[in-house]
């Protein structure tokens, strides 16, 4: 079993839609959540930064972590054609533990 | 702005034939990492500096190695290429573990 798991996809919306990327992980260890955006041939940019348990909102993104379930979601609220990318999430842990592992990304389209 | 930067973008090199990657940062980050990803999947930790010292992932094989000659720059030298090693390499820096920055990529496909 991988330590995180996500859906590859890919996922396919139209323009307007609510989307809903999701991550579930083993390692009871990890604090630290993160969702990272890569567009095609780009490195990864970090998108959405959370601590723990809780809610984190950023304009049309807001980020979930359940610790109690190991789950973690992204949701994109008014999806837009230049959302269109490879969404990693990642997560990591305390002091030594803190380098970070990456699901292996789902494939978002936004139709027009 | 501050930024890591890999060069080259991309890279074909010959079954075997040594190649090196570069990444250069200024952000006075003093971590930096070398990362592998081949097509849809999770990048895969190669290897980190943390200041000076070097850290190596136990699965990474011994075809792989890094030079951080000083606090800007990283090198990832793959001495004998092979088909499997086609992949993009990406360098990320973070301060003490904290806030990672990805560079853009080098694409290196073997033939």
């Known amino acids: 079993q991988k330590e995180v798991e996500q859906d590859p996809g890919p996922l396919s919306v139209p323009e307007g839609a609510i989307v809903s990327l999701n991550c579930t992980y083993s390692n009871s260890a990890f604090q630290y959540f993160m969702w990272y955006r890569q567009y095609s041939r780009k490195g990864p940019e970090l998108l959405m930064y959370?601590?723990?348990?809780g809610n984190k909102e950023d304009g049309r993104f807001t980020a979930q972590v359940d610790k109690s379930s190991k789950y973690i979601s992204l949701f994109i609220r008014d999806s837009q054609p230049s959302d269109s990318a490879t969404y990693l999430c990642a997560m990591s842990g305390e002091g030594s533990a803190r380098q970070l592992t990456f699901g292996s990304g789902t494939q978002l389209t936004v139709l027009p | 702005d501050a930024m890591v930067i890999q060069n080259p973008r991309y890279q074909v090199t010959q079954f075997g034939k040594p190649v090196t990657l570069s990444c250069s940062q200024t952000l006075n980050h003093n971590v930096m990492y070398w990362y592998q990803q081949k097509s849809s999947q999770a990048p895969k930790l190669l290897f980190h500096?943390?200041?000076?010292?070097?850290?190596n992932e136990a699965d990474t094989p011994d075809n792989f190695q890094s030079r951080r000659p000083n606090t800007s720059f990283c090198f990832l030298d793959i001495r004998s290429p092979g088909l499997g090693d086609t992949a993009m390499y990406l360098c990320?820096?973070?301060?003490?573990?904290?806030?990672?920055?990805f560079g853009s990529g080098t694409r290196l496909t073997v033939v």
């Open positions: 959370t601590y723990s348990s």
């Open positions: 990320a820096t973070s301060f003490s573990n904290y806030g990672y920055t």
């Open positions: 500096y943390y200041d000076k010292d070097f850290n």
